[in-house]
């Protein structure tokens, strides 16, 4: 792994600086109108500078400080050494169109480098089944439906063995080098898990999946790598690649309304 020495900024990260100081700049010269006389002593005006204050100071202020985090984490650059480490692939169906169940298997098996691909099917279709035998995948299932997702991978945990668990949603499809992109992280042996950026093919298809789109290039740049800067990376579900031995020394993906944060927290 190559490592940016300690101390230099690049212009990038000089900008990015630049920017949050004129903007913590123009946020105190917002400020200064609610204290305009007279403004606070309207019990309207007052509520709206509390909400105001808030909503800045969590979710404004909070995110710059993100931003600035990523300068607090040399850059790694991950080499394409995953040779060593057996990897199982689980893409996730329950009752979802078969042509999108179709279109994230022949990707997921695709993808260059030795791997297994397995359907878990919450389902139980037999149509499904077929079309992982069809694809040289593997097929399973299990009684019920207990703990949603979370339960279907840990169910599939227990009939495999790979180094390396990674996990898709019925609704994405892998690029063919994903995996010689990202495995080499995982020459680190502190590496608990990699959470590759998801991106969007449909962001032309209205204001919707434009605006989903936006939100997800910030979430997954600067807010991500800020989280990743301050040791606070989070699983999101898809697009991730997991140590098995991580993953068991937790007893597990966590269940819940919230299940990838909370196996991001407990692998922490």
Known sequence: MTKHRKG??????????????IGVTALLFYYRWWFVEGRLTSPWLLLGFF?????TGIQ?????LL?????????????????NLSVDVFVTACGEEYSLVERAMIAACAMRGTHRTWLLDD????????????????????????????????????QTEGDIVVIFDIDHAPRADFLERTLGCFADPTI????VMLTFENQQDGWVAQAA????????????????????????????LIRRQALNSIDGYHPGLAEDLATSIALH
Not at 67 to 83: F, K, M, S
Request: proline share 3%.
């Open 51 to 55: 909400i105001a204050l808030i909503y």
């Open 213 to 240: 789109a936006d939100s997800s290039l910030d979430f997954y740049n600067p807010t991500a790598i800020g989280t990743d800067g301050m040791r606070s990376a989070t699983l999101v579900g898809s697009n991730a």
């Open 123 to 158: 389902g139980h279709d037999p149509a499904l089944a077929h079309l992982a035998a069809q694809l040289g995948a593997g097929y399973l299932t299990r009684n019920g439906r207990h703990h949603a997702k979370a339960g279907n991978i840990n169910a599939a945990l227990t």
């Open 67 to 83: 931003y600035l985090a990523t300068h607090h984490r040399y850059r790694i650059t991950c080499p394409q050494d995953g040779e």
């Open 8 to 21: 230099q900024l690049s212009a990038s990260e000089i900008r990015g600086i630049a920017l949050v100081i």
């Open 192 to 195: 608990g898990f990699v959470q």
């Open 60 to 64: 404004i202020i909070g995110n710059w």
